[in-house]
Protein backbone atom coordinates (compact mmCIF):
# COMPACT_ATOMS: atom_id res chain seq x y z
CA UNK A 1 0.00 0.00 0.00
CA UNK A 2 0.92 3.47 -0.29
CA UNK A 3 0.71 5.95 2.19
CA UNK A 4 -0.24 9.96 0.96
CA UNK A 5 0.30 12.48 3.39
CA UNK A 6 -0.50 16.03 2.63
CA UNK A 7 0.81 18.36 5.10
CA UNK A 8 -0.95 21.78 5.32
CA UNK A 9 -0.58 24.66 7.70
CA UNK A 10 -3.73 23.62 9.25
CA UNK A 11 -4.78 19.72 8.78
CA UNK A 12 -2.51 17.13 7.47
CA UNK A 13 -4.73 14.75 5.39
CA UNK A 14 -3.87 11.04 4.94
CA UNK A 15 -4.78 8.68 2.05
CA UNK A 16 -4.14 5.01 2.05
CA UNK A 17 -3.86 3.55 -1.47
CA UNK A 18 -4.07 0.14 -2.74
CA UNK A 19 -3.57 0.15 -6.11
CA UNK A 20 -5.85 2.70 -7.87
CA UNK A 21 -7.90 2.33 -4.74
CA UNK A 22 -8.35 5.07 -2.01
CA UNK A 23 -8.95 2.51 0.86
CA UNK A 24 -9.43 5.13 3.88
CA UNK A 25 -8.02 8.35 4.61
CA UNK A 26 -7.74 10.38 7.63
CA UNK A 27 -7.83 14.55 8.15
CA UNK A 28 -5.78 15.07 11.55
CA UNK A 29 -4.72 18.44 12.86
CA UNK A 30 -1.31 19.83 12.29
CA UNK A 31 0.84 19.93 15.25
CA UNK A 32 4.26 21.61 15.15
CA UNK A 33 4.57 20.51 19.39
CA UNK A 34 4.08 16.48 18.56
CA UNK A 35 7.41 14.25 18.46
CA UNK A 36 8.07 11.89 15.88
CA UNK A 37 6.78 8.70 18.40
CA UNK A 38 3.63 11.35 19.45
CA UNK A 39 2.77 11.22 15.66
CA UNK A 40 3.90 7.25 15.27
CA UNK A 41 1.22 6.10 17.84
CA UNK A 42 -1.46 8.48 16.30
CA UNK A 43 -0.80 7.09 13.19
CA UNK A 44 -0.90 3.61 14.81
CA UNK A 45 -4.29 4.07 16.31
CA UNK A 46 -5.72 4.98 13.70
CA UNK A 47 -4.16 1.85 11.21
CA UNK A 48 -5.84 -0.25 13.73
CA UNK A 49 -9.20 1.58 13.73
CA UNK A 50 -9.17 0.40 10.00
CA UNK A 51 -8.16 -2.80 11.11
CA UNK A 52 -4.74 -2.17 9.02
CA UNK A 53 -1.58 -3.48 10.12
CA UNK A 54 1.84 -0.39 9.33
CA UNK A 55 3.60 -3.02 7.72
CA UNK A 56 0.79 -2.69 4.97
CA UNK A 57 2.56 0.50 4.10
CA UNK A 58 5.46 -0.08 1.57
CA UNK A 59 5.71 3.15 0.23
CA UNK A 60 5.09 6.90 1.26
CA UNK A 61 4.82 10.23 -0.39
CA UNK A 62 4.56 13.98 0.78
CA UNK A 63 3.57 17.04 0.40
CA UNK A 64 4.06 20.04 2.77
CA UNK A 65 4.31 23.42 3.10
CA UNK A 66 5.52 23.10 6.37
CA UNK A 67 9.03 22.23 6.73
CA UNK A 68 9.37 21.79 10.50
CA UNK A 69 6.09 19.22 10.25
CA UNK A 70 8.00 17.42 7.58
CA UNK A 71 11.07 16.70 9.49
CA UNK A 72 9.19 15.13 11.87
CA UNK A 73 7.09 13.25 10.06
CA UNK A 74 10.21 11.52 7.79
CA UNK A 75 11.56 10.52 10.86
CA UNK A 76 7.75 8.77 11.73
CA UNK A 77 8.70 7.14 8.50
CA UNK A 78 11.36 5.61 8.90
CA UNK A 79 10.55 4.49 12.65
CA UNK A 80 7.40 3.27 12.40
CA UNK A 81 7.32 1.79 8.60
CA UNK A 82 10.57 1.54 7.91
CA UNK A 83 9.96 3.73 4.63
CA UNK A 84 12.20 6.17 3.06
CA UNK A 85 9.13 8.33 1.59
CA UNK A 86 9.35 10.42 -1.01
CA UNK A 87 8.99 14.09 -0.76
CA UNK A 88 7.29 16.26 -3.48
CA UNK A 89 9.85 19.44 -4.49
CA UNK A 90 12.86 19.93 -6.81
CA UNK A 91 13.78 16.82 -8.97
CA UNK A 92 11.13 14.80 -8.34
CA UNK A 93 9.04 14.10 -11.21
CA UNK A 94 5.33 15.10 -11.48
CA UNK A 95 4.45 15.52 -15.78
CA UNK A 96 3.63 19.33 -15.02
CA UNK A 97 6.14 21.90 -16.78
CA UNK A 98 6.11 24.67 -14.46
CA UNK A 99 5.64 28.12 -16.05
CA UNK A 100 6.49 30.46 -13.44
CA UNK A 101 8.89 33.17 -12.43
CA UNK A 102 10.55 30.85 -9.78
CA UNK A 103 9.27 27.49 -10.26
CA UNK A 104 11.41 26.52 -6.49
CA UNK A 105 8.66 28.96 -4.68
CA UNK A 106 5.46 27.18 -5.89
CA UNK A 107 4.02 25.44 -2.84
CA UNK A 108 4.11 21.81 -2.96
CA UNK A 109 0.22 21.25 -2.44
CA UNK A 110 -0.52 23.39 -5.64
CA UNK A 111 1.47 21.15 -8.00
CA UNK A 112 0.07 18.27 -6.82
CA UNK A 113 -3.51 19.92 -7.12
CA UNK A 114 -2.80 20.75 -10.99
CA UNK A 115 -1.19 17.18 -11.28
CA UNK A 116 -4.24 15.70 -10.29
CA UNK A 117 -6.62 17.79 -12.22
CA UNK A 118 -4.76 18.01 -15.12
CA UNK A 119 -4.77 14.04 -15.27
CA UNK A 120 -8.67 13.76 -14.53
CA UNK A 121 -9.61 16.84 -16.76
CA UNK A 122 -8.07 18.32 -20.26
CA UNK A 123 -6.94 22.32 -20.04
CA UNK A 124 -6.94 24.82 -19.53
CA UNK A 125 -8.28 24.80 -15.99
CA UNK A 126 -8.52 26.61 -12.64
CA UNK A 127 -8.17 24.58 -9.95
CA UNK A 128 -9.47 26.82 -6.55
CA UNK A 129 -8.03 25.28 -2.96
CA UNK A 130 -9.79 26.04 0.04
CA UNK A 131 -7.32 25.58 2.56
CA UNK A 132 -5.56 27.97 5.55
CA UNK A 133 -4.87 30.30 2.17
CA UNK A 134 -7.22 30.06 -0.43
CA UNK A 135 -5.10 29.02 -3.93
CA UNK A 136 -6.31 29.91 -7.40
CA UNK A 137 -4.30 27.85 -10.09
CA UNK A 138 -3.80 28.16 -13.58
CA UNK A 139 -2.94 25.00 -16.05
CA UNK A 140 -2.80 25.63 -19.80
CA UNK A 141 -4.38 23.57 -22.72
CA UNK A 142 -0.96 22.20 -23.44
CA UNK A 143 -0.97 20.78 -18.93
CA UNK A 144 1.09 24.05 -18.14
CA UNK A 145 1.70 25.40 -14.67
CA UNK A 146 0.89 29.04 -15.36
CA UNK A 147 0.71 30.78 -11.90
CA UNK A 148 -2.35 32.07 -9.69
CA UNK A 149 -3.43 33.76 -6.97
CA UNK A 150 -3.30 33.59 -3.09
CA UNK A 151 -5.39 34.93 -0.74
CA UNK A 152 -6.21 34.29 3.40
CA UNK A 153 -8.23 31.32 4.14
CA UNK A 154 -11.79 31.01 5.10
CA UNK A 155 -11.05 29.99 8.64
CA UNK A 156 -8.36 32.41 9.31
CA UNK A 157 -10.41 35.35 8.13
CA UNK A 158 -13.06 34.55 10.78
CA UNK A 159 -10.61 33.97 13.57
CA UNK A 160 -8.95 37.38 12.61
CA UNK A 161 -12.36 38.90 13.12
CA UNK A 162 -13.42 37.40 16.36
CA UNK A 163 -10.04 37.63 17.76
CA UNK A 164 -9.09 41.29 16.33
CA UNK A 165 -12.83 42.98 17.45
CA UNK A 166 -13.96 42.56 20.97
CA UNK A 167 -17.53 42.17 20.94
CA UNK A 168 -17.65 39.89 17.59
CA UNK A 169 -18.02 36.36 18.55
CA UNK A 170 -16.50 33.45 16.80
CA UNK A 171 -18.95 31.65 14.45
CA UNK A 172 -19.19 28.12 12.78
CA UNK A 173 -18.54 28.74 9.14
CA UNK A 174 -22.43 27.17 7.96
CA UNK A 175 -24.46 28.45 5.14
CA UNK A 176 -25.93 31.86 5.68
CA UNK A 177 -29.10 31.32 3.98
CA UNK A 178 -29.88 35.38 3.49
CA UNK A 179 -26.97 37.88 2.79
CA UNK A 180 -29.20 40.29 5.29
CA UNK A 181 -28.41 38.95 8.76
CA UNK A 182 -30.76 40.36 11.72
CA UNK A 183 -28.03 40.17 14.45
CA UNK A 184 -24.38 39.58 14.55
CA UNK A 185 -23.86 35.69 14.05
CA UNK A 186 -25.84 35.98 11.24
CA UNK A 187 -24.27 39.46 9.39
CA UNK A 188 -20.91 37.19 10.03
CA UNK A 189 -21.80 33.99 8.42
CA UNK A 190 -23.78 36.28 5.37
CA UNK A 191 -20.36 38.63 5.43
CA UNK A 192 -17.65 35.84 5.72
CA UNK A 193 -19.37 32.88 3.28
CA UNK A 194 -20.93 35.17 0.78
CA UNK A 195 -17.72 37.38 0.51
CA UNK A 196 -15.88 34.57 -0.29
CA UNK A 197 -18.27 33.40 -2.79
CA UNK A 198 -17.76 36.58 -4.26
CA UNK A 199 -14.17 36.10 -4.09
CA UNK A 200 -14.41 32.92 -6.27
CA UNK A 201 -16.57 34.25 -8.68
CA UNK A 202 -14.72 37.45 -9.33
CA UNK A 203 -11.21 35.90 -9.34
CA UNK A 204 -12.67 32.85 -11.58
CA UNK A 205 -13.93 35.77 -14.08
CA UNK A 206 -10.31 37.29 -14.48
CA UNK A 207 -8.76 34.25 -14.73
CA UNK A 208 -11.20 32.87 -17.84
CA UNK A 209 -10.36 36.22 -19.15
CA UNK A 210 -6.40 35.81 -18.77
CA UNK A 211 -6.49 32.15 -19.69
CA UNK A 212 -9.28 30.69 -21.78
CA UNK A 213 -13.57 30.96 -21.39
CA UNK A 214 -13.61 27.47 -21.81
CA UNK A 215 -11.26 26.73 -18.66
CA UNK A 216 -12.93 23.94 -16.23
CA UNK A 217 -13.25 25.09 -12.75
CA UNK A 218 -11.63 22.09 -10.26
CA UNK A 219 -12.57 23.32 -6.20
CA UNK A 220 -10.93 21.20 -3.27
CA UNK A 221 -10.14 22.09 0.26
CA UNK A 222 -11.58 21.35 3.78
CA UNK A 223 -14.63 23.73 3.24
CA UNK A 224 -15.00 23.40 -0.39
CA UNK A 225 -18.42 21.84 -0.06
CA UNK A 226 -19.59 25.30 1.53
CA UNK A 227 -18.60 27.61 -0.95
CA UNK A 228 -19.68 25.48 -4.14
CA UNK A 229 -23.30 25.23 -2.57
CA UNK A 230 -23.48 28.80 -3.43
CA UNK A 231 -21.95 29.56 -6.75
CA UNK A 232 -22.13 28.21 -10.58
CA UNK A 233 -18.67 29.14 -10.90
CA UNK A 234 -17.67 25.61 -9.99
CA UNK A 235 -17.73 22.78 -12.61
CA UNK A 236 -16.35 20.02 -10.02
CA UNK A 237 -15.61 19.51 -6.73
CA UNK A 238 -12.62 17.05 -6.03
CA UNK A 239 -12.33 16.62 -2.00
CA UNK A 240 -9.21 14.03 -2.60
CA UNK A 241 -7.46 16.03 -5.16
CA UNK A 242 -4.39 16.56 -3.55
CA UNK A 243 -4.23 12.77 -2.75
CA UNK A 244 -5.24 11.43 -5.95
CA UNK A 245 -2.27 14.01 -6.83
CA UNK A 246 0.01 12.25 -4.30
CA UNK A 247 -0.45 8.73 -6.28
CA UNK A 248 -0.31 9.85 -9.59
CA UNK A 249 3.27 11.43 -9.00
CA UNK A 250 4.27 8.34 -6.93
CA UNK A 251 2.95 5.94 -9.72
CA UNK A 252 5.27 8.07 -12.67
CA UNK A 253 8.10 7.81 -9.88
CA UNK A 254 7.97 4.17 -9.90
CA UNK A 255 6.79 3.75 -6.15
CA UNK A 256 4.83 0.45 -5.82
CA UNK A 257 1.49 -0.09 -4.50
Avoid at 6 to 11: A, E, K, P, R, S
Wanted: one cysteine or more; hydrophobic letters at 40%; glycine letters at 10%.
Amino acid sequence: MILTMDIGNTNTVLGLYQGDELKTHWRISTDRNKTPDEYGMLFKNLFESADINNDAVNSIIISSVVPPILRILKKTAYRYFNVNPLVVGPGVKTGMNIKTDNPKEVGADRIVNAVAAGHLYEGPLIIVDFGTATTFCAVSKKGEYLGGSIAPGIGISAEALFSQSAKLPRIELIEPGKAIGKNTIDGMKSGIVYGFVGQVEYLVKKFKKELSEDAVVIATGGLVSLIAAETDSIDHVEPFLTLKGLKYIADINGMGS
